[in-house]
């Protein structure tokens, strides 16, 4: 087993397009897209006495629905889905420690940062 901390930042800037409409209850649509992201990862192996440091550049993709229906005056119930796929290439460097000093580097490692995240959510609503 390998234990490890692990710090993970990711920069995303979409251009989204939104799309509503109304039939026998509200939809909407957002549709996503980064031409642009960005990023950075930082693993420390504790046991292996390693740090591992990558960053990449990529793409992204959203995706986002939701629909409420009106079951009577005031109740609603609602449907939401969210799809985000992150896409990224880049290069990592591997430090190797002994105690607190420096005892070898390996730069230009191809690396891949990757993410799919999907999110259904479903409830009910009451306005006041």
């Known amino acids: 087993?390998?234990?490890?901390?692990?710090?993970f930042n990711q920069l995303v800037k979409y251009l989204l397009v939104n799309?509503?409409?109304?039939?026998?209850?509200?939809?909407?649509?957002?549709?996503?897209y980064?031409?642009?992201?960005?990023?950075?990862?930082?693993?420390?192996?504790?046991l292996r006495n390693k740090?591992?440091?990558?960053?990449t550049e990529g793409d992204a993709y959203y995706l986002e629905t939701d629909i409420n229906y009106?079951?009577?005056?005031?109740?609603?119930?609602?449907?939401n889905g969210e799809y985000l796929k992150i896409?990224?290439?880049?290069?990592?460097?591997?430090?190797?420690y002994n105690?607190?000093?420096l005892?070898?580097?390996?730069?230009?490692?191809d690396a891949d940062i990757n993410s799919t995240q999907v999110v259904i959510t479903a409830g009910f609503q009451k306005k006041f």
């Not at 799309?19 to 996503?32: E, P």
């Not at 005892?103 to 490692?109: A, C, F, P, S």
């Open 1 to 7: 087993m390998d234990y490890f901390q692990d710090d």
């Open 19 to 32: 799309i509503s409409r109304f039939l026998w209850c509200n939809h909407n649509l957002i549709l996503g």
């Open 34 to 46: 980064s031409p642009y992201t960005h990023a950075i990862d930082e693993d420390n192996h504790i």
């Open 51 to 55: 740090v591992s440091k990558t960053e």
């Open 70 to 79: 009106k079951i009577r005056e005031g109740l609603f119930f609602n449907i």
């Open 87 to 96: 896409n990224t290439e880049g290069e990592q460097t591997q430090y190797f």
């Open 99 to 101: 105690q607190n000093e």
């Open 103 to 109: 005892i070898k580097t390996i730069k230009n490692i």
